[in-house]
């Protein structure tokens, strides 16, 4: 079985920017690439797993968001890291309701886990978002970091205010 690395988007792969869906907005965080590498260094495979209700919303379109992640698989490609999936959820429960896809829940997780035999106890998630951290846990994710300048508590095992923390 094989581990992975979780990877919200928004806040621990690029800076949030609220409904980020266009590449010239795109803007990687700080250490995030050092930590791929590292973690690709020992055998994860690199799994984003974002809430995307901006298409939902009709803020953008999936077309829109496929042209974001296609060009972001590339630009990590370039940079040495391999991106194994972008598992995404377009929904938001105020407009589509209640799924199964949507952080706090499992979905995009477990599904990555089925197709992947992922080994999900020696795996890790990265959040910025509670939500996050608590899909992780229902998921079976065994370590779990929650990135933030403000939380005190969490879920998570740890919090860290910068990504270069885990380096």
């Given at each position: 079985?094989r581990?992975?690395l979780?990877?919200?988007?928004?806040?621990?792969?690029?800076?949030?920017?609220?409904?980020?869906?266009?590449?010239?907005?795109?803007?990687?965080?700080?250490?995030?690439?050092?930590?791929?590498?590292?973690?690709?260094?020992?055998?994860?495979?690199?799994?984003?797993?974002?809430?995307?209700?901006?298409?939902?919303?009709?803020?953008?379109?999936?077309?829109?968001f496929?042209?974001?992640?296609?060009?972001?698989?590339?630009?990590?490609?370039?940079?040495?890291?391999?991106?194994?999936?972008?598992?995404?959820?377009?929904?938001?429960?105020?407009?589509?309701?209640?799924?199964?896809?949507?952080?706090?829940?499992?979905?995009?997780?477990?599904?990555?886990?089925?197709?992947?035999?992922?080994?999900?106890?020696?795996?890790?998630?990265?959040?910025?978002?509670?939500?996050?951290?608590?899909?992780?846990?229902?998921?079976?994710?065994?370590?779990?970091?929650?990135?933030?300048?403000?939380?005190?508590?969490?879920?998570?095992?740890?919090?860290?205010?910068?990504?270069?923390e885990?380096?």
């Amino acid at each position: 079985m094989r581990k992975a690395l979780f990877l919200d988007r928004d806040g621990v792969v690029n800076v949030e920017k609220n409904y980020l869906h266009k590449i010239e907005e795109f803007e990687l965080m700080d250490g995030i690439i050092d930590v791929c590498r590292a973690y690709q260094d020992q055998g994860c495979l690199i799994i984003i797993v974002t809430n995307q209700s901006g298409i939902s919303r009709g803020y953008y379109t999936e077309e829109d968001f496929a042209l974001l992640s296609e060009w972001m698989v590339k630009h990590f490609k370039e940079l040495g890291i391999t991106i194994t999936r972008i598992y995404h959820c377009p929904h938001h429960e105020s407009i589509d309701g209640a799924c199964e896809c949507r952080k706090p829940e499992p979905g995009m997780l477990l599904e990555a886990q089925r197709e992947y035999d992922l080994d999900m106890e020696h795996s890790v998630m990265i959040g910025d978002n509670e939500r996050d951290i608590e899909a992780s846990l229902k998921a079976g994710v065994g370590i779990n970091i929650l990135l933030s300048s403000e939380a005190t508590d969490s879920q998570a095992n740890r919090i860290i205010h910068s990504l270069r923390e885990l380096l």
